[in-house]
């Protein structure tokens, strides 16, 4: 398939530049979370050994993903490579519609093209059910993937359970124990009663789901608190801690 996809892209302008990297050939190494590409080296992560991909990603007009999958889910590295592509974005966060978002890193972006070759199993006692976490408060930000994730289980040919739906997850991780014991115990009671049932409970979903969108009091302090630099206190710090501060916009790869 790649060979045809060079070919058809030589076809429309032979002076065209492409550029393959074989996934599986690779020794790209997982995320661990270090938070390296925003606090210590700014826009580069850590690990340093995928380099030339990353800025080959960043300088592209155009770039297509092709991902080994197994009953329509990414294979790990697929996996790695989009996790990874948080070093392209800040960690400052803004308001835009409404809605948080990382500011970008970079002027402008290649356009991604996704193709799933997916294998249905066909088998209906299969069932499947979801939890979708992001680090954004709200959870409205991830309503796009309901849509997409039953219409997978249908492709598949498998049974839709139903989709749980989780914002601010990222801040588990900086928080005290006993301020995660109520998220934990929550999500332990939704597995636990699935699992006994085959049945999500539809009151514990919402009671976990919680925030939808943020509330209009919620982003009237973000947006005056934005102002004064405040929802940056914590990136500032941090970058300042590891003499990073001044490079904190920094463009490696452009």
Known sequence: MIKEIVSDYKKADQDTEVVTYQNQ???IRDCVGCWSCWLKTPGKCAFGDAEPMYRDYIQSGEVILLFHTENGFIDGKGKTFLDRLIQHSLPYIKLRNGECGHLKRYDTYPVMNFFERLKPVNQEAIHM???????FPETSQSYYLRPYLEILTKRLGVSFDGIIIKGGMEGLRIQPEK????IFEQIQTIGKTYALTGVMDQNLKKEYEKEEYLAKMNRFFFSLFSLTGLTNIYWDYNLKK???FKNRYARPYQ
């Open 242 to 244: 590891n003499k990073a």
């Open 179 to 182: 301020a995660n014991a109520k």
């Open 129 to 135: 059910a979801f939890i979708i976490q992001s680090g």
């Open 25 to 27: 050939e690779t020794t």
